[in-house]
């Protein structure tokens, strides 16, 4: 019965302690932070658990908050408003490139509180915020908003750096992206710790540790394509063995060979991470051929019809055939005008529920300086990255945000540097008004 009923996933966690550690350059800190983490689709996995975070500073009562699970499963947006409403956390908006964009809401009825303990302060170890009472549960191709807030009464409760890169964090299984920072000590809150300006600061940087572990998808035939070459060709040749009568394999029946071989690990036949890349990319553009290649004979069947149709309407016309085209082009015309009108409606209607979200929020959200990444309110932009896509668009996006972080120097530089000149040599100061006067 064992061999009947094989199991699907693995029961325990294979990596136990893996751990990831960001770059703490300690640019700033503050009350929050909040970014999204997303989960790999290149190995077989079948779930990620983060276990616990690691973050250090004054800290005191600290909260830690995940975005709800979304049931669109972060797919391509649709023109129902509902389907629109229910994708509105974080969502997907891309076309299938492997740069899309995301989106979270910083308001606390799409998220919900997983942890809450008050802690002393750690400014130079980390201090680990464990979660395994509730744990963080990503599935493969999912991406989760986290909010780590403190409510002490100062601007050093938590470490975060500024965004360097476009991605914080990555590797064979989690990417960590940057995200943004929150500067009042109320959770969500909307007014700075100072009482005036906005409180959300974008394109900054989680600092600290994630722990997390991973469970695998053990092989079964549904799950045959999910695994590296090495393992595949394994697969084939224990059933070809098993075909023939000499061997000794021949004595096992099929579900036999498949319990062996679900009993095995995804990397015991040394396949590699980038191998498996490969693999997939490979997959997804056969089934985008496939895709196309379906449209396009959908399409000719359909424009054989419409001329098959055509003549079967000129050969069997009649003195009203006239008043039957009116007919036909009136009535397309109100079907037309009658689906334009929906579809308006319900982006009007998810445009005024958008507008009625940002009508909750205070008049402390509006922008207070002159720079771009304090003039968020409380919806999130974000870009995100798909593995399997092409990595000219990630080098692009990695080149738009080295300029951008260069735009942001000169502009400090052009701001603030003959003031600090005049600070520091007040006496080279004087000397030039001198020289004017004279």
């Keep these: 019965m064992a061999s009947i009923n094989r199991p699907k996933i693995a029961t325990h966690l294979i990596n136990e302690n893996v751990t990831i550690d960001t770059t703490d350059r300690e640019d700033h800190t503050f009350c929050g932070i909040a970014f999204p983490v997303q989960c790999k689709t290149i190995l077989p996995v079948d779930k990620i658990v983060i276990k616990s975070l690691s973050v250090r500073g004054a800290l005191g009562p600290i909260t830690v908050w995940i975005t709800k699970e979304n049931d669109m499963k972060y797919s391509s947006l649709s023109n129902s408003s509902n389907a629109a409403r229910s994708d509105r956390v974080v969502r997907q908006r891309g076309d299938g490139s492997s740069v899309n964009k995301g989106q979270m809401i910083m308001k606390e009825k799409y998220w919900d509180k997983i942890y809450e303990k008050t802690h002393p302060a750690s400014y130079r170890q980390y201090c680990e915020l464990d979660l395994s009472a509730n744990p963080i549960i990503l599935k493969p191709g999912e991406i989760r908003g986290i909010y780590i807030h403190s409510t002490h009464d100062s601007d050093q409760a938590l470490v975060y750096d500024n965004q360097q890169n476009i991605k914080t964090h990555d590797d064979n299984f989690l990417t960590?992206?940057?995200?943004?920072?929150?500067?009042?000590?109320?959770?969500?809150?909307?007014?700075?710790?100072?009482?005036?300006?906005?409180?959300?600061?974008?394109?900054?940087?989680?600092?600290?540790?994630?722990?997390?572990?991973?469970?695998?998808?053990?092989?079964?035939?549904?799950?045959?394509?999910?695994?590296?070459?090495?393992?595949?060709?394994?697969?084939?040749?224990?059933?070809?063995?098993?075909?023939?009568?000499?061997?000794?394999?021949?004595?096992?029946?099929?579900?036999?060979?498949?319990?062996?071989?679900?009993?095995?690990?995804?990397?015991?036949?040394?396949?590699?991470?980038?191998?498996?890349?490969?693999?997939?990319?490979?997959?997804?553009?056969?089934?985008?051929?496939?895709?196309?290649?379906?449209?396009?004979?959908?399409?000719?069947?359909?424009?054989?019809?419409?001329?098959?149709?055509?003549?079967?309407?000129k050969c069997n016309t009649t003195s009203n055939s006239q008043q039957c085209i009116i007919t036909d082009r009136a009535q397309d015309d109100r079907n037309s005008n009658s689906s334009g009108s929906e579809y308006e409606g319900s982006e009007e209607g998810d445009e005024g529920s958008e507008e009625g979200d940002e009508g909750e929020e205070e008049e402390g959200s509006e922008s207070d300086d002159g720079y771009d990444d304090h003039r968020g309110g409380s919806k999130f932009q974000f870009f995100y990255y798909d593995d399997l896509g092409s990595s000219d668009e990630e080098r692009e996006a990695e080149a738009f945000r080295e300029r951008q972080e260069r735009r942001r120097l000169l502009w400090i530089r052009a701001h603030f540097g003959h003031q600090m000149i005049a600070v520091l040599n007040p006496d080279n100061e004087i000397d030039d008004d001198d020289d004017d006067s004279e």
């Design 176 to 313: 960590v992206l940057p995200g943004r920072a929150h500067v009042s000590t109320e959770v969500f809150g909307t007014r700075p710790i100072w009482g005036w300006g906005n409180a959300w600061r974008d394109n900054r940087e989680f600092v600290g540790q994630i722990s997390y572990g991973v469970v695998y998808k053990l092989w079964n035939p549904s799950e045959h394509l999910s695994f590296g070459k090495n393992f595949r060709r394994l697969t084939t040749e224990f059933m070809m063995y098993q075909r023939r009568w000499e061997s000794p394999f021949s004595m096992l029946s099929d579900d036999c060979i498949f319990y062996i071989l679900n009993m095995c690990r995804w990397d015991w036949m040394n396949d590699s991470f980038n191998e498996l890349r490969c693999h997939k990319k490979r997959l997804k553009q056969m089934v985008a051929i496939s895709s196309n290649n379906n449209a396009s004979e959908m399409q000719t069947s359909k424009v054989h019809f419409t001329d098959g149709a055509t003549e079967d309407f």
